[in-house]
Every structure is written in structure tokens, then in C-alpha cells.
């Protein structure tokens, strides 16, 4: 066995790692896309997460084990997202403090009261990106921030880079023409990141001038990297709705296509052609009608339907297609 010579330039405390496990568990509730934070005395909003325990058999059972203790929500459909190992991710890290590489973690369920010993709660989690929700046209946060960016891209230190910026808020935010591309939550929040616009950016500058964040509560923000974390389960699963019939384990066991839609829209931030998205649905098989018509919501008796689950042996990529509306503001 090869003994490899020790990096005298690196301090000894950075070959103390830990590895972490951090839950995004999400939900959808009348039009909410909600996700499961805990809450403890004088800190912000985090995401169920714990240490990887000698006792635990794999990621995935301690992953279970702490959602379980601290909020009483037992997970089903689970998928690894990413390992987040940045070196300043933990608030408050010292050179004596061990380096924490996190498993993120994508949870898929149907809301429940919880409960924990850390005060779980349920969030929008539009609550913590704002700018991602166009339901209902162009959210109101963007004047907040397009002018801090479009002079970020001014101020980059060479022609190059002002033009790589600039094409990058074009490309991300769909300014000047460009299309709004759901999918690019975690490029937005690490363009906003770059410019300093989230609090999160003050975590890592402590050489620099202070940020200006945008313009959120102070409760709005997520403890260490959990944003992060949450960014990147957003894209991902605004992804694979469209291939992946996964928006079904969200699902209650019976509903109406409304109901479907309005659960993929507040997913997917946008809104959907009904008749559009109804015929994809029905021509892709993904759902079947229980023989029972749904009273009470607002207009006519709906059909009731259920997930198909043949569907599943059926093809390979079955997934709900997003027709979408046109886009207002």
C-alpha cells in the first residue's frame, strides 16, 4: 500500500470530514408546492437533516431514521439528489470544526400534520424563491432585482465577462426576448448568489463589502446551504414531472384532472393549457375514471380518476407533458 505525502498547505482540521444527510420532503396542498422545514429557537428555517450514524445500514435508512425523529413524517418515494460539499456550507465554521459533505435528498409524499421535537412545519416553498412562481404573471420581486442585476453584469471587470454575464440573466431569467425555462431554479440562485443578492453570499465574503440581499422578510431566508439544497430538488423535480409520472405519489388515491393540474402548475410555477394538458393526459393513459363524478368544486360535477399504474410497464419515459399557457407580465 502507497503512503501518500501529506499537503503541508492544508490545514489538519480539513481532513476531519463528516458526512450529513439533508431531506427536501415535498408536498402539494390546495395549489401549494410545501415542503417540511424545522424550526429551532433563534435560527432560520432547515431542512430534516442529521449525521450519518454508525448504526444506520445506509444513506437511505438514516436518511428515514432523522426525517422520522424530528417531524413524525414517514418518507416512501425517496431519490439522492447531490453531495454538497462546499467548504464554508455550515454558518459559523471554524478551522477546528470538522467538514461537512451532505447526501441531498428528494422525498416525495402526501402532507401530514407534523410533529418533532424540533417544531416541524409545513412552507411554501415559494416562500424562500419567490421569483420562481408565474402563475400569476411576472412575480412582483423581479423589479426588486433586475436593476441590481443588469448593473452586476455592468461592473464585471472585463468586456468578456460582462458579455458572459449578461447572456447568462438573458438566458436564466428570460430577459431581453429570451424564454422562461422553469428547470434553471438552481442557476438563478447561483447567478443571484454571484451578485450577492441572497443572504446566504455574506456566509462566504467575509474579505468583501458587506451584500445588499434582495428584499425578503428576515425570516424568508434557509440556515448553511439548505437553498441550496432546496434549488436543485426544485429543478429536479420540475424536470422529471415532465417524463416521470413521480407528480402521482403526490397525489391523493382519487382526483380530478383539475385537480392534477393545479398540482403540476404549482409545481412547474406556470400555468398550463387546460384543454391541452387534459388530451396529453388522456392520450398518454396516465390516468382512468372510477365511474364517480365530484361535487363542490365551483362548476360542474367533475369525473374522478386515479393514477394508472400500468402505465408504469407500459413505457419507459411515461411523464405529464407541460402545455403551457401563455405567459402574462
Given at each position: 500500500?502507497?503512503?501518500?505525502?501529506?499537503?503541508?498547505?492544508?490545514?489538519?482540521?480539513?481532513?476531519?470530514?463528516?458526512?450529513?444527510?439533508?431531506?427536501?420532503?415535498?408536498?402539494?396542498?390546495?395549489?401549494?408546492?410545501?415542503?417540511?422545514v424545522v424550526r429551532q429557537t433563534g435560527s432560520r428555517d432547515?431542512?430534516?437533516?442529521?449525521?450519518?450514524?454508525?448504526?444506520?445500514?445506509?444513506?437511505?435508512?438514516?436518511?428515514?431514521?432523522?426525517?422520522?425523529?424530528?417531524?413524525?413524517?414517514?418518507?416512501?418515494?425517496?431519490?439522492?439528489?447531490?453531495?454538497?460539499?462546499?467548504?464554508?456550507?455550515?454558518?459559523?465554521?471554524?478551522?477546528?470544526?470538522?467538514?461537512?459533505?451532505?447526501?441531498?435528498?428528494?422525498?416525495?409524499?402526501?402532507?401530514?400534520?407534523?410533529?418533532?421535537?424540533?417544531?416541524?412545519?409545513?412552507?411554501?416553498?415559494?416562500?424562500?424563491?419567490?421569483?420562481?412562481?408565474?402563475?400569476?404573471?411576472?412575480?412582483?420581486?423581479?423589479?426588486?432585482?433586475?436593476?441590481?442585476?443588469?448593473?452586476?453584469?455592468?461592473?464585471?471587470?472585463?468586456?468578456?465577462?460582462?458579455?458572459?454575464?449578461?447572456?447568462?440573466?438573458?438566458?436564466?431569467?428570460?430577459?431581453?426576448?429570451?424564454?422562461?425555462?422553469?428547470?434553471?431554479?438552481?442557476?438563478?440562485?447561483?447567478?443571484?448568489?454571484?451578485?450577492?443578492?441572497?443572504?446566504?453570499?455574506?456566509?462566504?465574503?467575509?474579505?468583501?463589502?458587506?451584500?445588499?440581499?434582495?428584499?425578503?422578510?428576515?425570516?424568508?431566508?434557509?440556515?448553511?446551504?439548505?437553498?441550496?439544497?432546496?434549488?436543485?430538488?426544485?429543478?429536479?423535480?420540475?424536470?422529471?414531472?415532465?417524463?416521470?409520472?413521480?407528480?402521482?405519489?403526490?397525489?391523493?388515491?382519487?382526483?380530478?384532472?383539475?385537480?392534477?393540474?393545479?398540482?403540476?402548475?404549482?409545481?412547474?410555477g406556470v400555468r398550463l393549457h387546460k384543454q391541452n394538458f387534459?388530451r396529453l393526459v388522456e392520450q398518454q393513459g396516465l390516468v382512468?375514471?372510477?365511474?364517480?363524478?365530484?361535487?363542490?368544486?365551483?362548476?360542474?360535477?367533475?369525473?374522478?380518476?386515479?393514477?394508472?399504474?400500468?402505465?408504469?410497464?407500459?413505457?419507459?419515459?411515461?411523464?405529464?407533458?407541460?402545455?403551457?399557457?401563455?405567459?402574462?407580465?
Open positions: 500500500m502507497l503512503l501518500q505525502p501529506r499537503d503541508r498547505s492544508r490545514p489538519a482540521a480539513e481532513t476531519n470530514v463528516s458526512v450529513g444527510l439533508t431531506a427536501v420532503v415535498a408536498a402539494v396542498t390546495d395549489e401549494e408546492p410545501r415542503i417540511l432547515a431542512l430534516p437533516a442529521g449525521p450519518l450514524e454508525p448504526h444506520h445500514r445506509t444513506l437511505d435508512a438514516g436518511l428515514r431514521a432523522w426525517v422520522e425523529a424530528q417531524t413524525e413524517q414517514s418518507l416512501g418515494y425517496v431519490e439522492q439528489l447531490y453531495t454538497f460539499g462546499d467548504r464554508d456550507r455550515q454558518e459559523g465554521a471554524g478551522p477546528d470544526q470538522a467538514r461537512i459533505v451532505s447526501v441531498g435528498y428528494l422525498a416525495l409524499v402526501r402532507e401530514m400534520r407534523p410533529s418533532g421535537a424540533l417544531g416541524a412545519v409545513w412552507q411554501n416553498w415559494y416562500r424562500y424563491f419567490p421569483w420562481e412562481d408565474w402563475r400569476d404573471g411576472r412575480p412582483a420581486i423581479f423589479a426588486a432585482f433586475e436593476t441590481q442585476l443588469q448593473r452586476w453584469a455592468a461592473e464585471a471587470p472585463s468586456e468578456g465577462e460582462r458579455r458572459t454575464r449578461q447572456d447568462r440573466l438573458r438566458i436564466n431569467f428570460g430577459l431581453r426576448g429570451a424564454a422562461w425555462n422553469d428547470e434553471r431554479v438552481l442557476d438563478r440562485y447561483e447567478l443571484l448568489y454571484e451578485a450577492g443578492l441572497v443572504p446566504e453570499a455574506g456566509h462566504d465574503r467575509r474579505d468583501d463589502p458587506p451584500v445588499t440581499p434582495l428584499l425578503l422578510e428576515p425570516d424568508e431566508g434557509m440556515a448553511a446551504d439548505h437553498r441550496r439544497i432546496l434549488a436543485t430538488a426544485i429543478a429536479r423535480l420540475r424536470g422529471k414531472i415532465k417524463y416521470r409520472p413521480v407528480v402521482f405519489e403526490l397525489m391523493p388515491p382519487t382526483f380530478t384532472l383539475l385537480q392534477l393540474q393545479r398540482a403540476v402548475e404549482a409545481l412547474a387534459r382512468e375514471e372510477t365511474g364517480k363524478m365530484v361535487t363542490g368544486t365551483g362548476g360542474r360535477p367533475a369525473r374522478e380518476v386515479c393514477f394508472r399504474r400500468e402505465v408504469l410497464l407500459e413505457r419507459l419515459a411515461p411523464g405529464v407533458k407541460l402545455p403551457v399557457a401563455r405567459r402574462r407580465g
